[in-house]
């Protein structure tokens, strides 16, 4: 069993950044690979980024490449997600999500195994 707790949203304006944590806590953190995801209201909840067990890989959302970016410390049991530039299409609840697989990256919410309990993040415009 794997605890995740998310943290750092908050209402900002377009065009500011973000960085969202997720902390784990149970079996060995560094055995999954992690995703973040997002959901609006009255919408799927959608991949954004995911990474691989030791960081070496990585994987986007066309909507978020060359905004977003994905990393984690496995010293410090914890998944990062920096939002830059945001929009606010960005607005959503945003939740962490460990897959123990070991396959690849993958992007389909079913495929995971660990869900934190979501973090609101609003961009007004």
């Known amino acids: 069993q794997v605890q995740l707790v998310e943290s750092g949203g908050g209402l900002v304006q377009a065009g500011a950044s973000l960085r969202l944590s997720c902390a784990a806590s149970g079996r060995t953190f560094s055995n999954y690979d992690m995703g973040w995801f997002r959901q609006a209201p009255g919408k799927e909840r959608d991949f954004v980024a995911g990474i691989s067990r030791s960081g070496g890989s990585t994987v986007y959302a066309d909507s978020v490449k060359g905004r977003f970016i994905i990393s984690r410390d496995n010293n410090k049991n914890t998944v990062y997600l920096q939002m830059n530039d945001l929009k606010p299409e960005d607005t959503a609840v945003y939740y962490c999500?460990?897959?123990?697989?070991?396959?690849?990256?993958?992007?389909?919410?079913?495929?995971?195994?660990?869900w934190g309990q979501g973090t609101q993040v609003t961009v007004s415009s």
């Open positions: 999500a460990a897959d123990r697989s070991l396959l690849y990256i993958r992007r389909n919410p079913t495929n995971y195994d660990y």
